[in-house]
């Protein structure tokens, strides 16, 4: 397997730290789910390593998502404001 090392000018951010703690799960085991080695989990959730399309598609379908709904070129809003909406106490 190829390792990329993220471009600082073509981050990509995820999700998987979120998805991973969800699920109780361990970096090891993530990766022996998704047939890398730990650190690139530790490396993902860190946002020091960008996957390939095949590995994007491997945690798509072990997370059973959309990939837009664990990867994105932008950051993502938290969870709780996407579906709450804002969290900040309204004035009145």
Known sequence: ????????????????GVLRAERNLSRQELADALGVNYQTIGYMERGDYNPSLELAFRASEF?????????????????????????????G
């Open 1 to 16: 397997m190829t390792t990329s090392k993220v471009n600082s000018t073509t981050s990509l951010y995820n999700r998987i």
């Open 63 to 91: 997370f059973g998502l959309p990939i837009e709904a664990i990867f994105s070129r932008h950051p993502f809003r938290p969870l709780s404001e996407q579906l709450y909406g804002s969290n900040k106490p309204s004035a």
